[in-house]
């Protein structure tokens, strides 16, 4: 999607890999800030969001030529891809969920869902009937591409604000969960799964709906991401890229929606996306290699001196019933509990 | 005939590799409870180092060398320069393994910036095809074999009959009582991370040589495999991790072969995995699993 | 007729290849306090882990108020009314006290991804009535002042009393209190057995794990024994007391 000036080019691209990160920056803190629950296969989940959008919206192979190679192919029009995108998101998060939500130590399991990562993209490559292989698919049609011209300035603008129009939507959603006697639950797995389940708390199925609810936002900035750059290949998702939203949350701060947004702003967004936008100096495997440097370099530091982020989790704070707070307000002091 | 001789020696060759790997990682593992995933990258950059000296002139042996020393250094170096400090500050196994991660990305990185992204292969393998039962195989590959037995017996060795094998079981077993019995814990874990990260190192280099051409990346793409070795067997057992080696060797080389399909290979080591997980994740020789409470 | 509180018939399991618990049976009834105690390694901690659900049994069968738990994971035991304390405190670190209580209380509505996210109105009122009955708790427990503190910074006392509140808000039919005072000085003891008592005297059904023999004798209506796995004596605080296997564990050595 190229439009007509360089400076709204760079600000609708980064405005809109800000928004499809966010998305995914949140799905992933619900996961992991809130229920602590660990999705290292999180881009998978993005992953299968936006090869199902591509697949409902790039049409049968044989209307572009014939050179790709893919189940199905379909071509519904906007907001199709993206719904079914993010009900295939809940979907896939049941069976690997099952694999990967099996009672294991944090590190083992955090491990065990790598591997499937590893696997889904060994898979697609090994397959290329299914998914087109390495070479990915390509020329999707961009949405609501017969409203205005795709390659246009509005339509830019218009793409971006579809993606905030999502972005708010996981927004309310996340917050709302958050709030909610559910949020407490899942924090309450988080802190103590053993206590958890003493008081009444079925942890095996907070965990599976965290997940289902997590996968299905991924799923959503996919489809968001493929419809804008057109196209999407393994390449996309390979591991390291959960790993670069994990480090957006250990930066921004674990458990809360700011955290999460200067999370996304700073890492997947300027770290990897700006930094491309840069005229590269001498050697872009050298830039590109450096990245990922950096982001290491980032979490090893923010772990050692700021583990809690830049904005830690805010307390939940519950006002007494009115006479207790008359009670407490006219200096009523307890003892001291020893 | 010559099918079956092929396939049980593309096995054995695949087996070696995984061997000395798992037997590392799993060491790693055992000693100081860390899941390094960043074993691949140490696996790449050890076979990186070995390139580079390869390609000025050096032999087989002393690349080896080179390429046993880089990784004995760099895991050294990672244990002693982040792990433990990490881990003095009574950080989680989660961060640990974060930590692991990070470390992959910088090192599969650096070498990506180092060597550019390229592939890299070696030189001076030996031309003559060693020729068992009728079939042909390089020498290198067979070296190869050779190599990683008399590795797993060493390895055995240590374990069973030196002072510095107790201490490392104890240490494993439980630390504390351990350093309280008078074992220099801090020492054993360094010559536990040396002693595997050398391992590691020529792993590497084996893998360099098996898959003739290797990247950046291919150390870490390795991880997969020698992770399924390592669960099949038992994490933390080192004849778990032989074992675990030896039988995705074999099953993965039988099932391409029969199949005609050789992408089936890294499949075929995917589902065992995956089905251990599902089935019994504290794997075979379930020992230290068991007691490092792994599987809840 | 006196209503069987909790009902444990022929109890085994065995641990490492040993019996931990090897066919312990005893009933409590409604209204009582019953004091559980006994040597290190008789199996305690087994036979609350099998009451509590942390465990289950090889063979035997657990009831509650005449329902079959045996076999229901912890969480279902708690929804029916058994209520747990743990023996090294366990609390929601990253939660407020308050927090730490409403946890417990259960809410149809706000626990359900649909309710959580579309019936606000309904779940908001909810809370705010647990919120009143934890602030209630808090009063009475005199831990007031810390409803809004993150239940990790307290003292190791104030964790106990968190813990054993905790228990109360679900307004169980049965709690069961694994070690309450251990670890604890003696001016909290007091004040833990203080409770305890106010508890026992509003007719709550409590079973207490305890070696602390003193507040045994004060809490309890009734006292069970247990050594080598087996229950090897029941009755009141002063006819156990001259038991063998009480002299041996707490008088001697």
Known sequence: ?338 | ?296 | MAVTALEVEELRRKLGGVDAVAGVSFSVAEGVTAGLIGPNGAGKSTLVGLIGGTQLPDAGTVRLFGDDISRLPAWQRSRLGLARTFQISGEFARLTVLENLMVACRDKTGETLWGALFRRSRWSAIERAHADRAWELLERFRLEHKANEYAGLLSGGEKRLVEIMRGLISRPRLLLLDEPLAGVNPTLREEITEYLWSLRRDGLTMIIVEHELEAVERLCDTVLVMANGRLVGQGKYSEVIEMGEVVDAYIKG
Not at chain 2, 135 to 147: E, K
């Open chain 1, 1 to 338: 999607m190229s439009v007509a000036t360089g400076w709204e080019f760079v600000a609708i691209t980064m405005l809109v890999y800000l928004g499809v990160n966010l998305i995914a920056c949140l799905g992933l803190n619900l996961q992991y800030g809130t229920a602590g629950v660990l999705n290292f296969a999180f881009i998978v989940f993005q992953a299968a969001g936006a090869y199902v959008a591509a697949l409902f919206a790039v049409g049968p192979s044989s209307s572009s030529g014939g050179f790709q190679t893919y189940v199905g192919g379909w071509d519904f029009p906007f907001p199709l891809p993206w719904l079914v995108a993010t009900i295939t998101g809940a979907v896939i998060a049941v069976p690997i969920g099952l694999v990967g939500l099996r009672r294991l130590r944090s590190d083992y399991q955090a491990m065990v869902m790598l591997v499937v990562s590893l696997i889904a993209t060994t898979v697609v490559v090994s397959f290329p009937g299914f998914l087109n292989g390495s070479a990915g698919i390509a020329l999707v049609p961009p949405p609501l591409g017969t409203l205005l011209n795709p390659i246009s300035v509005q339509y830019g603008w218009l793409y971006v604000g579809l993606t905030a129009v999502c972005c708010m939507v996981v927004f309310v959603l996340v917050s709302a969960l958050a709030r909610s006697p559910l949020g407490r639950n899942w924090r309450a797995m988080r802190e103590n799964e053993a206590v958890a389940i003493a008081v009444g708390l079925d942890v095996n199925r907070l965990r599976m709906l965290v997940f289902v609810v997590g996968g299905a936002i991924a799923a959503l900035s996919g489809a968001v991401l493929v419809d804008f750059i057109s196209a999407w290949s393994p390449d996309a998702w390979l591991y390291p890229e959960t790993f670069a939203f994990f480090t957006a949350l250990i930066v921004g701060g674990l458990g809360n929606s700011m955290g999460a947004l200067i999370g996304a702003v700073l890492v997947p967004t300027l770290l990897l996306e700006g930094v491309t936008l840069l005229p590269t100096f001498a050697n872009p495997t050298v830039s590109l290699g450096l990245q990922w440097v950096v982001i290491g370099v980032v979490i090893i530091a923010f772990l050692w001196f700021r583990p809690q982020g830049i904005v830690p989790e805010r307390k939940t704070v519950i006002a007494p019933p009115d006479n207790t707070a008359a009670a407490l307000a006219t200096g009523h002091k307890a003892q001291e509990a020893g």
């Open chain 2, 1 to 296: 005939m010559n099918q079956l001789v092929l396939i049980v020696g593309s096995g054995l060759i695949t087996a070696a590799l995984l061997a000395v790997a798992g037997v590392g990682f799993t060491l790693q593992f055992s000693v100081t409870n860390v899941l390094n995933i960043a074993y691949g990258s140490v696996m790449g950059a050890a076979a990186f180092a070995a390139y580079e000296v390869n390609k000025a002139g050096a032999n087989l042996w002393v690349s080896g060398l080179v390429a046993a020393a880089t990784g004995a250094m760099l895991s050294l170096a990672m244990n002693r320069g982040v792990f433990k400090p990490f881990e003095r500050r009574r950080a989680g196994v989660f961060t640990l393994i974060i930590l692991s991660l990070a470390i992959s990305l910088i090192l599969d990185n650096v070498v990506l910036m180092v060597g550019g992204p390229f592939f890299f292969s070696y030189k001076q393998l030996g031309q003559a095809s060693v020729r068992i039962a009728g079939v042909g195989f390089p020498p290198s590959q067979v070296f190869i074999v050779g190599a990683a037995v008399v590795l797993m017996f060493a390895v055995h060795a240590m374990q069973k009959w030196t002072k510095l094998g107790k201490a490392m079981r104890a240490t494993a077993t439980n630390p504390e009582l351990a350093k309280a019995s008078g074992v220099r814990t801090g020492l054993v874990i360094d010559l536990a991370w040396l002693i595997s990260g050398a391992l590691c190192g020529l792993a590497g280099l084996f893998m360099g040589i098996i898959v003739g051409a290797f990247n950046a990346s291919t150390g870490s793409s390795f991880l997969v495999p020698i992770i399924a070795a390592v669960v099949l067997g038992g994490i933390g057992e080192s004849y778990g991790a032989m074992l675990g080696a030896l039988t995705i060797g074999l099953v993965s080389e039988a099932a391409a072969s029969i199949a005609g399909v050789s992408a089936l290979k890294q499949l075929v080591a995917f589902a065992i995995l995956i089905g251990m997980l599902l089935l019994r994740p504290q794997g075979i020789m379930s020992g230290t699993a068991a007691q490092r409470g792994l599987v809840r």
